[in-house]
């Protein structure tokens, strides 16, 4: 079935590790985003790329890193520069030639910095 | 600045009644609107959205929102709420073609009761 898979959906980290969560696509789709989401405070955008070997920052995106080698793969690594890194982490894609903007996710990955 | 606001936290109903879940949104231009579902520990589910056309939008699940120019708002209707409906709803906004942008309100938990 199409779609997209996130691993792994629960991790747990040190203070000070870095982590990374991974995202892969079957949904032939080229743009793809990482939103973090918090209580109470909705998604907000970490980053987003629309095409293979290009990416832009979203609303939040220190502490963070991305990459986009493969137009299936976006995966999200954590680094101990984010100062509060627990949270629920949602990958999502679209088609951007449709230009529509319907997105569809993955089902989380939940990180927990102990 | 664009922005959408879901101005309830929460929205209690009795199953059988009809529930409205609210959204209001501020974005220069023609507005893409969206209307998301989430249950727990899962990722977000499309619903229904809005691009042009018609002002009453039909979705999945039996939900409906109507896109209201004038009041700038988007609200969420369902004619008979279940308590399977019950979930965190989300609003979201773009400006047209800038889907690399969107917008999420904070959510709303709707909670149905037998």
């Known amino acids: 079935d199409g779609g997209i898979t996130q691993s792994p959906k629960y991790l747990f980290r040190k203070e000070g590790q870095n982590v990374t969560l991974s995202c892969e696509q079957n949904?032939?789709?080229?743009?793809m985003y990482w939103y973090r989401q918090d209580p109470g405070q909705g998604l907000r955008l970490i980053y987003y790329s629309q095409i293979v070997n290009d990416f832009q920052k979203g609303d939040i995106a220190e502490g963070y890193s991305v990459s986009r080698e493969k137009k299936e793969s976006f995966p999200l690594t954590v680094t101990s520069a984010q100062k509060n890194p627990t949270a629920f982490y949602l990958c999502?894609?679209?088609?951007?030639?449709?230009?529509?903007?319907?997105?569809?996710f993955g089902e989380g990955s939940r990180l927990t910095v102990l | 600045a664009q922005s959408v606001a879901q101005p309830e936290d929460q929205v209690n109903v009795a199953e059988g009644n009809p529930l409205t879940v609210k959204c209001t949104y501020s974005?220069?231009?023609?507005?893409?609107l969206f209307w998301y579902v989430q249950y727990p520990n899962r990722g977000l589910q499309f619903l229904l959205k809005?691009?042009?056309?018609?002002?009453l939008v039909k979705g999945s699940y039996g939900f409906e929102a109507e896109f209201n120019k004038s009041q700038t708002s988007f609200h969420l209707k369902k004619s008979s709420a279940l308590v399977s409906d019950s979930a965190l709803y989300f609003c979201a906004v773009c400006f047209e073609g800038n889907t690399g942008k969107l917008i999420f309100g904070q959510g709303t938990t709707l909670q149905v009761k037998p």
């Open positions: 809005y691009i042009t056309g018609d002002n």
């Open positions: 949904l032939n789709h080229d743009a």
């Open positions: 999502a894609s679209s088609s951007w030639t449709s230009g529509t903007g319907e997105l569809f």
């Open positions: 974005v220069s231009g023609n507005p893409y």
